[in-house]
């Protein structure tokens, strides 16, 4: 038996993976604290892991995630990426860190896996792996090591190589350092010097690209939907999407039956985050398929679907839906880019129609298109003309399906989740020593005043 800590951020689609990797190490008989925020106590819970809840500071419901952080709904696009990973995924590290920190001094652990956006992995990553358990990244976003071919995580742009691309991708850094990611560069700064004392220099500065100082890094999807990456700083394992979402979790709705008959049946979501405005791709979908002969089904990712109820008679709706039950229908799955849906409609050899909305989904909606396994559309309030071209396109041309099922056939043949489970466990065996608390905080005050109730 080992000891495992799970750090993860309180977003539903970052913790519901996270959950299964629990389920599983539990199962095998290893000890998991699960730190993440209060909105998940009874599901973390049911996994059988101790539940650990972040500091208020740290904790959120991501269901209205514009009421802690109204500034959001005031900013352009890319200044709301920046201020979204300053604030939601940044600052937050300094109670992270200080509530893992407390956790090892409580009962030290063998191993540490968090999540790309969990800040507290960032911080303890610039520790020397003799000063720290060994740390374990969970890929629940696309993957963000920087590639001689790649612009900046969060720009959405497929892979250029030659000297356009190089031209192009440092032009991007620039814009990248300088204006959108700039309040990121400070308060990283302000983090790492209260959490481990030390300035951030070198490589891997972007948000993401820390990961590549991680022991390891276990991927939720295939190397088919991931750029090719040379002379990778960390081991890369890609284990295919984990988490399943089955009858077990959610029960049928009562409409069921609708999609046993011969209607094309499309799928459309906004998530469980980005769903708080449904007139961005749901309600359009809508709009564009109300006059064909099919069946298209709405998964509001538990919005509230009253809004919604004077809908034209081929459309069903749900608030969540149990996926692998409903993909196997599916011929065509609508999304604003979220990478577990993604990877769901990838399972079952589904083409894409993609929409990308803000976080991590214009880097999905880059691969889908690189990929080959879908449509991006240009923007993330297609209108009904737009979408009903894209489902055209899907439907018609046979090689965006062929790419799904090739990628489904790749998932089909992955480790998943006994994978992870394998990634921890290499890490643990290859870390160079046996330690399994952090050193004392820089700022040690500070972080006792965050733990205060």
């Given at each position: 038996?080992v000891?495992?800590?799970?750090?993860?951020?309180p977003?539903?689609?970052?913790?519901?993976?996270l959950?299964?990797?629990?389920?599983h190490l539990?199962?095998?008989?290893?000890?998991?604290?699960?730190?993440?925020?209060?909105?998940?106590?009874?599901?973390v819970?049911?996994?059988?892991?101790?539940?650990?809840?972040?500091?208020?500071?740290a904790?959120f419901?991501?269901?209205?995630?514009?009421?802690r952080?109204?500034?959001?709904?005031?900013?352009?696009?890319?200044?709301?990426?920046?201020f979204?990973?300053?604030?939601?995924f940044?600052?937050?590290?300094?109670?992270?860190?200080?509530?893992?920190?407390?956790m090892?001094?409580?009962?030290?652990?063998?191993?540490?896996?968090?999540?790309?956006?969990?800040?507290?992995?960032?911080a303890?990553?610039?520790?020397?792996?003799?000063?720290?358990?060994?740390l374990?990244?969970?890929?629940?976003?696309?993957?963000?090591l920087?590639?001689p071919?790649?612009?900046?995580?969060?720009?959405?742009?497929?892979?250029?190589?030659?000297?356009?691309?190089?031209?192009?991708?440092?032009?991007?850094?620039?814009?990248?350092?300088?204006?959108?990611?700039?309040g990121?560069?400070?308060?990283?700064?302000?983090?790492?010097r209260?959490?481990?004392?030390?300035p951030?220099?070198g490589t891997?500065?972007?948000?993401?690209?820390?990961?590549?100082?991680a022991?390891a890094?276990?991927q939720?999807t295939?190397?088919?939907?991931?750029?090719p990456?040379?002379?990778?700083p960390?081991?890369?394992?890609f284990t295919?999407p984990?988490?399943?979402?089955g009858?077990?979790?959610?029960?049928?709705?009562?409409?069921?039956?609708?999609?046993?008959?011969?209607?094309?049946?499309?799928?459309?979501?906004?998530?469980?985050?980005?769903?708080?405005?449904?007139?961005?791709?749901?309600?359009?979908?809508i709009?564009?398929?109300?006059?064909?002969?099919?069946?298209?089904?709405?998964?509001?990712g538990?919005?509230?679907?009253?809004?919604?109820?004077?809908m034209?008679?081929?459309?069903?709706?749900?608030?969540?839906?149990?996926?692998?039950?409903?993909?196997?229908?599916?011929?065509?799955?609508?999304?604003?880019?979220?990478?577990?849906?993604?990877?769901?409609?990838?399972?079952?050899?589904?083409?894409?129609?993609?929409?990308?909305?803000?976080?991590?989904?214009?880097?999905?909606?880059?691969?889908?298109?690189?990929?080959?396994?879908?449509?991006?559309?240009?923007?993330?309030?297609?209108?009904?003309?737009?979408?009903?071209?894209?489902?055209?396109?899907?439907?018609?041309?046979?090689?965006?399906?062929?790419?799904?099922?090739?990628?489904?056939?790749?998932?089909?043949?992955s480790?998943?989740?006994?994978?992870?489970?394998?990634v921890?466990?290499?890490?643990?065996?290859?870390?160079?020593?046996?330690r399994?608390?952090?050193?004392?905080?820089?700022?040690?005050r500070?972080?006792?005043?965050?733990?205060?109730?």
């Amino acid at each position: 038996m080992v000891s495992i800590i799970i750090g993860c951020v309180p977003i539903h689609g970052h913790v519901q993976p996270l959950l299964a990797l629990a389920r599983h190490l539990v199962s095998r008989g290893d000890r998991v604290r699960f730190l993440t925020g209060s909105r998940f106590t009874d599901a973390v819970s049911l996994t059988g892991a101790e539940f650990v809840p972040l500091p208020p500071s740290a904790d959120f419901d991501d269901r209205e995630i514009t009421t802690r952080f109204p500034e959001l709904a005031h900013l352009s696009p890319m200044r709301g990426v920046g201020f979204y990973v300053e604030h939601v995924f940044t600052r937050p590290a300094i109670p992270q860190y200080a509530a893992i920190e407390a956790m090892l001094r409580a009962e030290p652990a063998d191993a540490i896996v968090t999540e790309p956006t969990f800040g507290a992995g960032a911080a303890i990553s610039l520790l020397p792996a003799t000063d720290r358990p060994p740390l374990v990244v969970a890929g629940v976003i696309p993957l963000g090591l920087p590639g001689p071919d790649l612009a900046p995580f969060g720009f959405g742009v497929t892979p250029m190589r030659g000297i356009l691309g190089r031209l192009r991708n440092r032009s991007m850094r620039a814009l990248s350092e300088h204006l959108v990611m700039r309040g990121v560069r400070r308060a990283s700064d302000e983090v790492r010097r209260a959490t481990v004392g030390l300035p951030q220099t070198g490589t891997n500065r972007s948000s993401t690209g820390w990961v590549g100082r991680a022991d390891a890094v276990a991927q939720f999807t295939t190397p088919s939907f991931e750029y090719p990456r040379r002379n990778l700083p960390t081991r890369l394992t890609f284990t295919g999407p984990i988490s399943g979402s089955g009858t077990e979790i959610y029960p049928r709705p009562d409409w069921w039956e609708d999609l046993e008959g011969s209607r094309a049946v499309f799928d459309v979501t906004q998530g469980t985050l980005a769903n708080t405005d449904l007139t961005e791709l749901v309600l359009p979908t809508i709009a564009a398929l109300a006059d064909e002969p099919v069946l298209v089904i709405v998964s509001t990712g538990g919005a509230r679907v009253a809004p919604l109820q004077q809908m034209p008679t081929n459309v069903r709706l749900a608030d969540f839906l149990p996926y692998d039950d409903l993909l196997p229908h599916t011929d065509v799955f609508i999304t604003n880019g979220g990478y577990g849906g993604t990877q769901f409609a990838l399972r079952y050899g589904v083409p894409i129609v993609i929409a990308p909305g803000s976080e991590d989904k214009s880097e999905v909606a880059a691969r889908v298109e690189w990929s080959g396994v879908g449509v991006r559309l240009g923007t993330r309030r297609p209108t009904p003309q737009h979408i009903r071209a894209g489902v055209r396109a899907a439907m018609s041309q046979a090689t965006y399906r062929e790419r799904a099922r090739a990628i489904a056939g790749e998932i089909a043949e992955s480790p998943g989740v006994a994978g992870v489970a394998d990634v921890v466990d290499d890490a643990i065996r290859r870390h160079p020593s046996h330690r399994r608390v952090l050193p004392t905080p820089a700022n040690g005050r500070l972080l006792e005043t965050i733990l205060q109730p």
